[in-house]
């Protein structure tokens, strides 16, 4: 079936509404037991800047990433797994001794999805 796959690409939307930046790397994987810890394909980082700061030195306007990972042919192998697990590796970025203030507004949302170009051929029809 993989050999039908011809592009595999992570879109994922992150928005950043802490005063602080992130680094977030994508795990996916077929056992939810080792995503964490042995993960088969770890997408990223990607970098995302803190929310716009006020002079109080909390979060005025998130910030917004959008992002697309291509999938190598390696990577699009996970997509075989009956169920796959997805999660993500969250670093907070130092605030290089600037102050900030965190409040209960603060926030970091992901949301994403796997866009998959396949070609199929009779072969995929079997017998008629």
Not at 16 to 36: C, I, K, Q, R, W
Not at 61 to 67: L, Q
Not at 70 to 98: K, P, Y
Not at 99 to 112: E, H, K, N
């Amino acid at each position: 079936m993989v050999n039908g796959l011809k592009l595999a690409e992570f879109h994922a939307t992150v928005v950043n509404h802490l005063p602080l930046g992130v680094s977030v790397e994508f795990l996916m994987g077929g056992d939810s037991a080792t995503l964490y810890t042995n993960p088969e394909v770890r997408l990223g980082p990607v970098v995302i800047t803190r929310g716009a700061l006020n002079a109080g030195g909390t979060v005025d306007t998130a910030t917004v990433s959008r992002n697309v990972l291509t999938m190598d042919s390696t990577a699009m192998r996970v997509l075989l797994h009956d169920t796959l697990w997805v999660g993500e590796l969250i670093t907070l970025e130092s605030t290089q001794g600037e102050s900030v203030r965190l409040t209960g507004a603060d926030s970091l949302s992901i949301s994403g999805y796997i866009n998959i170009e396949y070609s199929f051929d009779e072969s995929v029809w079997g017998d008629k």
